[in-house]
């Protein structure tokens, strides 16, 4: 497990988040350790058009999202595009569907683990062999 901070690099993020208040709760907990939200999509559009503007480490997304888009399918055209997505939500699903998404974190969620889980998916999405903190499940 990746237990020094020093080894972690800050991270470019995308946060697929309906709900405002959690979306910024999310935001502050990632910045807090150094990462950068390059942005927060609230639907599938707008995280694929985040994702073809910016450079994106790895996605965090929730499962269901407003006027009726599903996360799922935001993780799924974001894997298919080369980003790593872990979801964060309440209602995680029972497997991934691709190689790409890495696993969940369920919510509600401390901040601390958030980071630890952010880092360890990046380090597998990278190859590198890291224990997930206990906050992250793993698909694969």
Known sequence: MLDDEAEVRPLNLLVVEDEALIAML????????????????????????????????????DVRLAKGDSGVDAALKLADRGVPVVYLSGNCPGSAGHPLILGCVSKPFHTAALHKSVAAAHAIAAGAKSDPPEALTLYH
């Open 26 to 61: 999310i935001e502050d907990a990632l910045t807090l350790h150094g990462h950068t939200v390059v942005g927060i999509a609230d639907n599938v559009d707008d995280a694929l058009a985040l994702a073809e503007e910016h450079e994106i480490d790895l996605a965090l997304c």
